[in-house]
């Protein structure tokens, strides 16, 4: 492909992005192809000479879009989102087509440099403790990292290698790997699998500890769990708090759980890959109480801050614990600039050595929307959960079991299968898409304002289709009831029918048995 050739595909790549997006809400939210259809529509080997590109677009259209499940449409409300923005994809389109790696300051200057700005603007805007800020008195600082699952993987590994280093010193009785083999790590019931998986990674044990009834794990069951251990001779040596769970966004008690983990010398990691959004908004403070005990936290900007994934945000008190856990020499990375404050080489940050350019979509996205921009737009998804609650509440049939931010959930009255049934039902049909979680032991739908653009008319839409499911699937119920008691009722006329005819033998047997005994008594 020529330079020429590439202007015009990149033209229509754009044309076709407007084009889906403008349409985006008119398509079934989720796919109807069945497992393997792409295997039927492709060739089994790539193709031996070049393809023209009006022809790949093509098959774009009419082989890839039909298997897209539509993550920027309004009317998902799975999961979390994944909103994008319109300068979000430009910045993708420029990041790709600068085509840097940035995994020290020599290999870009500006890409580094970038990161550290952006994620100090990132941290003052989410009015994080100073002490996590490049721009802070301390040591703290940011990365752009690919997830959420990789940045708590990073953060639990920094806190076994600096568990390990104190443990040699503190208990040189124990060799290092008696040492490793006591580690143990926690996190709520209700946490990512993100975190189990840390601790499968990093070969430590990693216990998921109960919360209570209203999913929020508490200071008190950490300390129990660690001294429990520690009675075993382990050796406790991070717990992950979540803020925003997966299946309610419910927030782990950082206030209590954050002195227990200094009292015990335990790392506390915060995982707020999506309630971290609202740290910008003052009328949630309250949910930050106790954030100044973390030793790191993350946050997902490609969840709940309009850059496209893959970006999530972590921080971290003392990044030189990442440079003394991670650091790896060798004479062709070395470079003279090595260890200035302001332009860390981010390779020891992170489990790669290669790195996008990723703070060039964040830095597009922040000055295209500025602070207050966004902070309207989080409102406005957290007020669109409380219309669809305001809709829920006009239907006694319905149970709106809670919200939290741009999350409502709900049930319908009656036992767990009715509402998985609905959810099913709701899910079959396609034009919206919500998962299932449980609270309070019952299960629960899950709805989250997801989409690039979601607006009241959308949520009026999801309504609509909840309640013509509902009334279809409420309607048969209690049809069948009917028919359950029209059965029991046939069946007993049947036993009564039978009874009489029982009655009737039993009566002309002893009639006939009287006969008898009248004759006997004749002869
Ligand atoms: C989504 C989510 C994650 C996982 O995020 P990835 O970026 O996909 O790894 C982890 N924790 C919480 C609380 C989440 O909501």
Same mark, same amino acid.
């Given at each position: 492909m020529d330079i020429n050739e590439f202007k015009e595909f990149g033209h229509a790549a754009i044309d076709f992005i407007v084009e889906y997006l403008e349409t985006i809400r008119d398509r079934p939210v989720l796919s109807s192809v069945e497992p393997e259809y792409l295997h039927d529509l492709l060739p089994s080997e790539m193709p031996e000479q070049p393809e023209k590109w009006q022809d790949i677009m093509e098959d774009l259209k009419n082989q890839i879009l039909p298997g897209l499940t539509h993550w920027q449409s309004p009317h998902f409300h799975a999961f979390y989102p994944s909103q994008s923005s319109f300068p979000s994809i430009v910045g993708e389109l420029l990041t790709a087509g600068i085509g840097v790696v940035g995994f020290s300051w020599i290999c870009s200057p500006a890409a580094t440099e970038l990161e550290v700005i952006v994620m100090d603007w990132l941290g003052k805007f989410l009015n994080l403790p100073s002490h996590f800020l490049p721009s802070g008195q301390g040591n703290g600082g940011g990365i752009i990292q690919g997830s959420a699952s990789e940045s708590i993987l990073v953060a639990v590994l920094a806190a076994r290698e600096e568990k390990v280093r104190e443990m040699k010193i503190k208990r040189p009785e124990l060799t290092e790997g008696e040492i490793r083999s006591k580690l143990v790590g926690y996190g709520s019931i209700h946490s990512n699998s993100a975190i189990e998986k840390s601790g499968l990674l990093a070969a430590t044990k990693m216990r998921l500890l109960d919360a209570d009834e209203t999913s929020i794990m508490r200071g008190e069951t950490v300390e129990k769990a660690i001294q429990a251990d520690l009675a075993e001779d382990l050796i406790p040596y991070i717990c992950v708090t979540t803020i925003g769970t997966t299946g309610t966004c419910a927030f782990d008690n950082m206030e209590e759980i954050?002195?227990?983990?200094?009292?015990?010398?335990?790392?506390?990691?915060?995982?707020?890959?999506?309630?971290?959004?609202?740290?910008?908004?003052?009328?949630?403070?309250?949910?930050?109480?106790?954030?100044?005990?973390?030793?790191?936290?993350?946050?997902?900007?490609?969840?709940?801050?309009?850059?496209?994934?893959?970006?999530?945000?972590?921080?971290?008190?003392?990044?030189?614990?990442?440079?003394?856990?991670?650091?790896?020499?060798? &004479?062709?990375?070395?470079?003279?600039?090595?260890?200035?404050?302001?332009?860390?080489?981010?390779?020891?940050?992170?489990?790669?050595?290669?790195?996008?350019?990723?703070?060039?979509?964040?830095?597009?996205?922040?000055?295209?929307?500025?602070?207050?921009?966004?902070?309207?737009?989080?409102?406005?998804?957290?007020?669109?959960?409380s219309l669809f609650l305001e809709y829920l509440a006009t239907d006694d049939r319905f149970e709106a079991t809670g919200q939290s931010l741009a999350l409502a959930f709900f049930r319908l009255k009656g036992d767990d299968t009715l509402t998985r049934k609905l959810l099913d039902r709701i899910n079959d049909r396609k034009?919206?898409?919500? &998962?299932?979680?449980?609270?309070?032991?019952?299960?629960?739908?899950?709805?989250?304002?997801?989409?690039?653009?979601?607006?009241?008319?959308?949520?009026?839409?999801?309504?609509?289709?909840?309640?013509?499911?509902?009334?279809?699937?409420?309607?048969?119920?209690?049809?069948?009831?009917?028919?359950?008691?029209?059965l029991s009722e046939n069946a007993e006329n049947e036993i009564e029918t039978v009874k009489d005819k029982v009655n009737f033998v039993t009566e002309n047997i002893s009639q006939s048995f009287s006969i008898c005994e009248q004759e006997k008594t004749v002869h």
């Amino acid at each position: 492909m020529d330079i020429n050739e590439f202007k015009e595909f990149g033209h229509a790549a754009i044309d076709f992005i407007v084009e889906y997006l403008e349409t985006i809400r008119d398509r079934p939210v989720l796919s109807s192809v069945e497992p393997e259809y792409l295997h039927d529509l492709l060739p089994s080997e790539m193709p031996e000479q070049p393809e023209k590109w009006q022809d790949i677009m093509e098959d774009l259209k009419n082989q890839i879009l039909p298997g897209l499940t539509h993550w920027q449409s309004p009317h998902f409300h799975a999961f979390y989102p994944s909103q994008s923005s319109f300068p979000s994809i430009v910045g993708e389109l420029l990041t790709a087509g600068i085509g840097v790696v940035g995994f020290s300051w020599i290999c870009s200057p500006a890409a580094t440099e970038l990161e550290v700005i952006v994620m100090d603007w990132l941290g003052k805007f989410l009015n994080l403790p100073s002490h996590f800020l490049p721009s802070g008195q301390g040591n703290g600082g940011g990365i752009i990292q690919g997830s959420a699952s990789e940045s708590i993987l990073v953060a639990v590994l920094a806190a076994r290698e600096e568990k390990v280093r104190e443990m040699k010193i503190k208990r040189p009785e124990l060799t290092e790997g008696e040492i490793r083999s006591k580690l143990v790590g926690y996190g709520s019931i209700h946490s990512n699998s993100a975190i189990e998986k840390s601790g499968l990674l990093a070969a430590t044990k990693m216990r998921l500890l109960d919360a209570d009834e209203t999913s929020i794990m508490r200071g008190e069951t950490v300390e129990k769990a660690i001294q429990a251990d520690l009675a075993e001779d382990l050796i406790p040596y991070i717990c992950v708090t979540t803020i925003g769970t997966t299946g309610t966004c419910a927030f782990d008690n950082m206030e209590e759980i954050g002195p227990v983990c200094k009292k015990y010398s335990v790392w506390m990691h915060i995982d707020a890959a999506y309630a971290g959004a609202v740290f910008c908004l003052p009328e949630y403070a309250h949910i930050m109480k106790g954030i100044e005990y973390g030793d790191s936290i993350n946050f997902n900007l490609h969840k709940w801050m309009l850059v496209n994934f893959d970006c999530a945000a972590m921080w971290i008190k003392d990044a030189g614990k990442l440079t003394q856990s991670f650091n790896v020499e060798r &004479i062709y990375l070395d470079h003279k600039y090595q260890g200035a404050s302001k332009a860390p080489d981010y390779r020891h940050w992170q489990l790669a050595l290669g790195r996008r350019f990723r703070s060039l979509r964040v830095w597009i996205t922040f000055r295209t929307y500025g602070q207050q921009k966004i902070r309207e737009w989080l409102r406005k998804h957290i007020s669109l959960a409380s219309l669809f609650l305001e809709y829920l509440a006009t239907d006694d049939r319905f149970e709106a079991t809670g919200q939290s931010l741009a999350l409502a959930f709900f049930r319908l009255k009656g036992d767990d299968t009715l509402t998985r049934k609905l959810l099913d039902r709701i899910n079959d049909r396609k034009n919206i898409y919500m &998962i299932p979680a449980f609270y309070q032991n019952k299960v629960i739908i899950r709805f989250v304002i997801c989409g690039l653009d979601p607006v009241e008319k959308d949520i009026e839409y999801a309504w609509n289709e909840i309640k013509t499911v509902a009334d279809e699937l409420l309607a048969e119920n209690e049809a069948a009831e009917k028919l359950q008691i029209k059965l029991s009722e046939n069946a007993e006329n049947e036993i009564e029918t039978v009874k009489d005819k029982v009655n009737f033998v039993t009566e002309n047997i002893s009639q006939s048995f009287s006969i008898c005994e009248q004759e006997k008594t004749v002869h």
